[in-house]
């Protein structure tokens, strides 16, 4: 840890309590905003749902917040702390967070949000803080007593302009995938109901599609296969460099690897290799809940028996087949029913059954894969970078909390370049 002087949390903030959350209308009370824990995050308050209840005017004098207030949520993940920045006026809090108000001006309560980021996601130094009732929470006086370093002012204010730089980029990084993706999403809807060659289109039982397109159902263009599981306690089976996919792995577009691996002879007795270019789809689990985990293999591995094997028969590539079944994936989910253990299904004859539009020129096929692949791979740039700047400011955090790097070793000229050419 630094070599900084200590103090507590209650030495340096006015702990104040929110609200008991109530619905019931009395004379003189007002519909006010308030924040809950559900929208209080690591440096960062989140405003797309905040609840109203009625408080009296002395009420809303007293819990409204001020810019400058640090707000610590009591239960959930506790400690879970950012700032109040006045983004709107007139907003209160709820009984189950926590506003610290500091005392003295020598207080960057920036700082301390950061500070209790790290003490509770890394350093473990306040193990035990929360009291263990019917649901652990961090109450007032626990909080209060937490030790925390107080460094001077100025090495405050200047880890936490450091770590904000940080998060901001991490934010502008964040955006960006949204964008691509929601380029990607109108590109598709465009693709798939347009094509390529600007001809006319015409009304199909799946909606407007390219007059010379056709309909065509999975089966008719694809061999459909079950997958299956080695027996895990047969060692040899999983010590091979065969990619063994399950339904863990099905969050890119395009897999090049799986988590695990199994055996020829794993193979062979438990599970079955799809050719490069198939397409898996996961038809069994919880992951149907949310999405349609899909994607196209790169090259020849296993499935287990969560997943289907759709190989095309030639007609469209496995890029197409893949990008064409996302297109229509919220038709496919209104299929999936629950089993009677609780379990999403996708009944395979409803994946044989259902429809896509295919060109039938294969020069169309091609370009509207290149151009799906262009967006992927954008969005993948994108992915990548915000997974190294989140590396980054983990790194930073713990490294700048504990002493074991100062503000003035850093060179943040990189991120700023980054900022610039995001604007």
């Not at 090495?155 to 940080?166: A, H, M, S, W, Y």
């Not at 263009?221 to 990619?243: F, H, L, M, Q």
């Not at 064409?324 to 004859?349: E, F, Q």
Request: charge should be negative.
């Amino acid at each position: 840890m630094a070599d900084w002087p200590t103090t507590t949390i209650g030495d340096i903030f006015d702990i104040g309590s929110g609200k008991t959350m109530s619905s019931k209308v009395r004379t003189g009370a007002q519909p006010t905003p308030f924040l809950r824990t559900s929208n209080v995050f690591w440096d960062r308050i989140d405003l797309s749902k905040v609840d109203e209840m009625p408080m009296q005017p002395w009420e809303r004098e007293d819990k409204s917040l001020r810019p400058g207030d640090l707000l610590v949520c009591e239960g959930g993940e506790i400690g879970r702390a950012a700032v109040w920045e006045g983004q709107a006026e007139g907003v209160s809090f709820q009984n189950h967070v926590h506003r610290l108000r500091r005392k003295s001006d020598d207080v960057d309560p920036g700082f301390y949000a950061y500070f209790l980021q790290s003490a509770f996601t890394q350093l473990g130094i306040y193990e035990g803080a929360g009291n263990k009732t019917t649901i652990p929470n961090l109450s007032r006086s626990n909080l209060a007593a937490l030790d925390v370093p107080k460094p001077d002012f100025d090495e405050q204010r200047n880890i936490r302009l450091v770590l904000k730089r940080v998060r901001r980029t991490m934010d502008l990084a964040d955006n960006m995938v949204r964008v691509a993706d929601e380029l990607k999403r109108a590109a598709m809807h465009e693709l798939f109901a347009r094509g390529l060659r600007g001809e006319p289109q015409k009304d199909s039982e799946i909606g407007p599609i390219p007059e010379s397109w056709e309909i065509k159902t999975l089966l008719e263009i694809c061999t459909i296969s079950s997958g299956g599981t080695p027996r895990k306690s047969v060692a040899e089976y999983w010590n091979g460099d065969i990619p063994w996919v399950s339904g863990k792995d099905l969050k890119k577009p395009t897999l090049d690897d799986a988590i695990d691996h199994i055996s020829e002879d794993g193979a062979a007795v438990g599970s079955k290799i799809a050719p490069s270019d198939t397409v898996l789809i996961l038809v069994r689990g919880m992951g149907l809940a949310k999405d349609l985990p899909i994607s196209r293999i790169s090259r020849p591995m296993a499935f287990n028996q969560d997943l289907k094997a759709l190989i095309s028969k030639g007609e469209v590539t496995g890029a197409f087949l893949r990008s064409a079944i996302y297109n229509r994936k919220d038709a496919l989910l209104s299929r999936i029913v629950p089993s009677a253990h609780g379990t999403m299904t996708l009944n395979l004859d409803d994946l044989e059954s259902f429809k896509i539009g295919c060109p039938t020129d294969p020069d169309e096929i091609s370009g509207i894969t290149a151009t799906i692949d262009a967006i992927d791979a954008k969005i993948d740039l994108h992915k990548r970078k915000k997974a190294v700047l989140e590396e980054l400011f983990r790194s930073l955090l713990h490294r700048l909390m504990t002493g074991e790097i100062r503000v003035a070793d850093l060179n943040l000229t990189a991120l700023e370049a980054n900022q610039q050419v995001a604007a």
